[in-house]
């Protein structure tokens, strides 16, 4: 009898934290669905049964004056290189670390080791003032690289845990073979690697698709390349009283996140398992 | 092929130098001629006048194919050469490029910046550390670190805690998979999205309007007059804190609750033999055999918590004293374009992670790589 009262108490408890953990975004959901008279006039839990429900928010918010239509757009091109291209990078370090020799290896690897954690306001001011010098800033070419130099150390960590792993027989049947690093490393370390590349790649994606930070200080305020996060903020800034725009807003920045996460779960977790500390 | 010629390569001065030249120019070859090609495709399209999709998706096929297409080169390039030479620069054609962008974009700009914290606003006169004790009398940065204490301590200790005390119970529940997904899934929202989401619930309206914030709304249902949450200091600061607990505890739930998959049943269930009870099981058998991994959780979102900068932003812009350290630094360096004071927080906020830098130093001393 006890036992099935503990379950049960362990049960509710656990219902309990589901529905506190959800209806804050719940709250939020709904109310990107409201007029604005409605969502001021009762709070969202009563919306049903009332009408009021419209879905010219996100027309509004998309492709209104708040321009998230454009930031959308601006947010994909800022992340699927700064993603990829920090990968590509630290692959090739990751295996230059682990499988070939060269002076001032182990230097170097505990220099990557040691910038893991370094908070990258450390960089701001030196690297807007190069690209002040060279007007680079405000393009994405400065956000792309800024977000590969930040991201490097953590990619090329995690790569090598993963790559320096694989069994040494392979590497050395390859060069047997007469296979140069270079092929060796394209044709049989890259593909072997996919699950380290695969998690890595999820982490720096919602890294950067989320971020703010780098964005507000390598963009700037030019509209035109504004990612969806920068927009938000200027909506909560100049209309943080207009919730059909900032819930519709908010909704349409989480929407893809929140589509990848659920459905490569597994490979975001076994990169946090892998070594989960960024600077 | 007149490397061959010679009877075991001398490493003289001579040949040392131009090894060492050989290595820094290939490292540095793949970044700059990259950047150079990106650029310069970068002005075309900028130019060109195109279509915003056309020009994100030539951006994207550039930006990656160019970086690929170079390491293609810097190797074509590096085969060419004499063996001998070859196995000295090859290294540096995959190595190189990595440790010249973190050079870059992390090493140096750390060293120009604990330089310019000693320098005036404008980065002319050298000040000594006049920036550093700005950074501990003046009163608004005094609230700031008193906040990023706050963020610290409650941040660290109520997401780990909890996440530790989910993990445990979620294992032990029927719906566990849903419960887990759900309590993670904030992990996905940007700290600036769940700023929006959780402004909503703590939104406020003077008394007699309908309250359409979820927490006010909660205090009406119960007689009692709504709060204004953000605007009354330490109070604002923790219920900004509350958005991170809620972004993290799924974090901490899934490392913790892979850990716990770890600890072996046989030891659990010696110890329910010689009759600890559940609580006592947890405590002295579960917890220490984890400690390690609640150990690096903690770590983890600490150095989070020092580096907070989003959600006081997209809450409360700083107002209403919840500024913090990364909040003033910005502020300083970009918006008042005070370098010098903006460069001396940025020390700090490192100062606040060496501890973590040479743990995880230690850790890897003897390691072997």
Do not use: C
């Not at chain 1, 108490?9 to 959800?22: F, G, H, M, Q």
């Not at chain 1, 370094?118 to 690297?127: C, E, F, G, R």
């Not at chain 2, 009406?220 to 509350?242: D, E, M, R, Y």
């Amino acid at each position: 009898m006890k036992i099935t009262w503990s379950r049960v108490a362990i049960n509710l408890t656990v219902l309990t934290l589901i529905i506190i953990w959800t209806l804050p975004t719940l709250g939020l959901f709904i109310t990107s669905f409201r007029t604005k008279e409605a969502i001021s006039a009762t709070g969202w839990w009563a919306a049903f049964g009332q009408g009021g429900f419209t879905l010219d928010n996100y027309n509004e918010v998309l492709f209104g004056g708040e321009g998230m239509a454009t930031a959308f757009l601006n947010t994909l091109a800022v992340t699927v290189p700064a993603v990829v291209i920090p990968i590509l990078i630290a692959a090739f370090a990751a295996y230059g670390f682990a499988w070939l020799d060269f002076p001032g290896r182990r230097f170097m690897f505990i220099t990557v080791v040691g910038l893991l954690v370094v908070p990258l306001q450390i960089a701001l001011i030196p690297v807007l003032t190069a690209y002040l010098a060279i007007d680079l800033n405000g393009t994405f070419l400065a956000i792309w690289l800024a977000h590969a130099g930040f991201g490097l150390a953590l990619a090329t960590y995690l790569l090598y845990n993963y790559i320096s792993q694989l069994p040494k027989d392979l590497i050395e049947s390859a060069a047997l073979d007469g296979a140069s690093h270079f092929t060796t490393f394209t044709r049989l370390i890259l593909p072997l690697s996919v699950p380290a590349l695969a998690a890595f790649a999820i982490f720096q994606f919602l890294w950067v698709w989320n971020d703010y930070l780098v964005a507000t200080t390598f963009l700037g305020l030019n509209a035109d390349v504004q990612v969806m996060t920068q927009r938000l903020v200027s909506i909560t800034g100049s209309r943080g009283q207009d919730w059909q725009l900032l819930t519709s807003g908010a909704f349409v920045s989480m929407l893809v996140p929140v589509l990848v996460f659920l459905g490569l779960q597994r490979y975001f977790i076994r990169g946090l398992l892998a070594g989960s500390v960024k600077g | 092929m007149q490397e061959a010629d010679t009877p075991a390569p001398t490493r003289g001065l001579g040949q040392a130098l131009a090894t060492n030249v050989g290595r820094v120019v290939v490292s540095i070859f793949v970044p700059i001629v990259a950047f150079i090609v990106l650029w310069v495709g970068f002005l075309f399209l900028r130019d060109s006048g195109a279509d915003k999709l056309v020009i994100v998706a030539v951006a994207i096929v550039w930006g990656i194919g160019g970086v690929a297409l170079l390491y293609v080169v810097a190797n074509w390039l590096t085969e060419k050469l004499p063996d001998v030479w070859q196995r000295r620069i090859l290294p540096f054609v995959f190595v190189g490029p990595a440790i010249a962008i973190l050079a870059f974009y992390l090493l140096i700009p750390a060293v120009i910046t604990a330089w310019e914290s000693l320098l005036d606003a404008n980065g002319a006169g050298f000040v000594g550390l006049d920036n550093y004790v700005y950074a501990f009398t003046n009163p608004d940065m005094l609230v700031a670190i008193r906040n990023n204490i706050l963020w610290l301590v409650l941040g660290t200790l109520v997401s780990t805690g909890l996440g530790l005390a989910i993990a445990v119970l979620v294992e032990r529940s029927r719906i566990n998979r849903l419960a887990k997904t759900l309590i993670f899934l904030p992990m996905a929202i940007s700290f600036v999205g769940a700023s929006v989401i959780w402004r909503f619930v703590f939104s406020y309206q003077p008394e007699g309007q309908p309250q359409i914030g979820l927490l006010n709304a909660i205090l009406g249902a119960f007689g009692i007059a709504p709060v204004s949450w953000l605007t009354g200091s330490p109070l604002n600061t923790i219920l900004l804190v509350v958005i991170l607990i809620w972004g993290q505890t799924g974090f901490a739930m899934v490392i913790i609750g892979a850990a716990l998959k770890g600890v072996p049943d046989e030891m659990l269930e010696a110890g329910r033999i010689d009759g600890a009870n559940e609580w006592q099981v947890f405590r002295r058998l579960i917890v220490p055999t984890i400690w390690p991994t609640i150990v690096t959780v903690a770590t983890t979102i600490a150095i989070l918590t020092l580096k907070v900068y989003d959600i006081v932003i997209a809450m409360t812009s700083g107002n209403f004293n919840t500024n913090v350290i990364a909040t003033l630094m910005w502020d300083q360096a970009f918006k008042f374009f005070d370098q010098g004071r903006g460069a001396a927080l940025a020390i700090i906020l490192l100062i606040g992670v060496t501890p973590v830098i040479w743990y995880n130093l230690r850790q890897f001393r003897g390691r072997a790589i």
